[in-house]
């Protein structure tokens, strides 16, 4: 059975920096895109970022390109991201989600994913 536990959230002030990693097991890693979603209260959950399952292929919401990075690390079964430049607006409970293997894809849908982590809450004060 495939788990992801993300980790990494806080609180952070404006401005600041956070990394939130999320390890996956019981499936291959390698095989697996990888996408970061988030849900702020009150808000349908939304898109964050994506990965390819080979890193080679990255992607982001408009909100967030340029300042967060997603990577990772298949010896280590983990996906990364990378918050700089934090916002209020980027308060949210934060959840990673694996998808199953196609050879090319965008992964910027929900239905696109077969797995979904508990969450990290992020927050960011002003």
């Known amino acids: 059975q495939v788990q992801l536990v993300e980790s990494g959230g806080g609180l952070v002030q404006a401005g600041g920096s956070l990394r939130l990693s999320c390890v996956v097991s019981g499936r291959t890693f390698s095989s697996l895109a990888m996408g970061w979603f988030r849900q702020a209260p009150g808000k349908e959950r939304e898109f964050v970022s994506a990965i390819s399952w080979n890193g080679g292929s990255e992607y982001y919401s408009d909100s967030v390109q340029g300042r967060f990075t997603i990577s990772r690390d298949n010896d280590k079964n983990t996906v990364y991201l990378q918050m700089n430049s934090l916002k209020p607006e980027d308060t949210a409970v934060y959840f990673c989600?694996?998808?199953?293997?196609?050879?090319?894809?965008?992964?910027?849908?929900?239905?696109?994913?077969?797995?979904w982590g508990q969450g990290t809450q992020v927050t960011v004060s002003s």
């Open positions: 989600a694996a998808a199953p293997f196609v050879l090319i894809g965008r992964w910027v849908h929900e239905y696109e994913y077969d797995a």
